[in-house]
């Protein structure tokens, strides 16, 4: 009806596919909805910028309805700062209608450029697909004590999406997860959740993505909830390109395009079309006929054309992990219990 408001709470907004789910989802909303797109940073200055760009894309757009714009300041591997994005959306929202968890925190060190050499030589389109030639440092905590890549992707949103469950409810949300086309199994070990021994601690905490959903969105359902998680296939994430240098960025280019010309369905490649599965899950997708046990991914014909398509998730490991991080959330809930913040200031 007329008049409508809906808020919208994307996190890792400043990357290109935050960026780029916030533009879809200002064109999929109808326009006669007051739309609010909370922007989260860790820091003010790119929180504005990012509000800049979005707006610079509704001007472009021309959208009829108006679009407000808030930020939340919260650093996922910091629980203090966590808490206080918490008291901030308390603060400012009784409801909330859409939460998108678009973390993707990584500790590469570089590119094993012999191997990236051999597996190009071998096999390009795997390489390009399911590379193992991204370097990861081993061991890397967070000033917490946690396995900083699991605190990051996985508990410190878990956390804040507890937190705020009442505005959830009220706003009868829908809440999207994030994960990836390499969550494989492989990349978790059940006696290391918080991934400290991995070397491919960021896989791992897509997979742990993937069980936390199947092990959490009957709960939320009963609570007026909808959840899914979704994949956004493969596309340039400048986080990561910025290890190439003109002439391999342009190489990886060019065998992105030459694995979706062969058929392969993820080679997204723009931030724009790997947008396409969260924002169909929150807008499109209805939870009477379509499973939340699915993965929806982002994916393209090789003419570029873009559509939706469904993975069944392994479940090995669900309830193992349900109760590691119920644990580990009543633990948190000890340590912050008397935790005072101070208010944001702008």
Known sequence: ??????????????????????????????????????????????AREVIDQISKFVEKKQRPGPVDYDYLLVDFTDMVSVLG?????????????????????????GIDWLGAVKEV???????????????????????????????????????LIQKILPQLQAGKAV????????????????????????PAS???????????????????KNQGITQYVVQPGIFISHSFFKYLNVMSYYGMLLLFYL???????????????AANAPVYVATLANPRFEQQKLKYGSATYKDGLEYIRTEEIEATGVQDVKAY???????????????????RQV
């Open 1 to 46: 009806m007329p008049g409508d408001r809906k808020v919208a709470v994307i996190t890792g907004t400043n990357s290109n596919l935050g960026l780029n789910t916030a533009y879809r989802l200002i064109e999929e909303v109808a326009n006669d909805v007051r739309l609010t797109i909370v922007v989260t940073s860790r820091t003010l200055p790119r």
């Open 85 to 109: 994005a918490y008291y901030d959306l308390n603060k400012q929202y009784s409801e909330i209608h859409y939460f998108f968890v678009n973390a993707a925190q990584g500790v590469y060190s």
């Open 121 to 159: 030589s071998t096999s390009p389109i795997e390489a390009v697909t399911n590379p193992t030639y991204k370097v990861q440092r081993v061991g890397v905590q967070s000033a917490d004590g946690m396995g900083l890549v699991f605190q990051a992707n996985v508990f410190g949103p878990y956390y």
């Open 175 to 198: 809440v999207v997860w994030i994960s990836s086309i390499m969550s494989d199994p492989k990349y978790l070990s059940l006696d290391d959740i918080q991934l400290i021994k991995s």
């Open 202 to 220: 960021y896989e791992g905490s897509k997979r742990l993505v993937d069980l936390l959903h199947l092990a959490t969105f009957n709960d939320l």
């Open 259 to 273: 694995a979706r010309f062969l058929g392969s369905p993820w080679h997204n490649i723009d931030g724009y079309r």
């Open 325 to 343: 991080i119920r644990k580990l959330k009543e633990e948190w809930d000890l340590k912050l219990k008397d935790q005072i913040t101070n208010s």
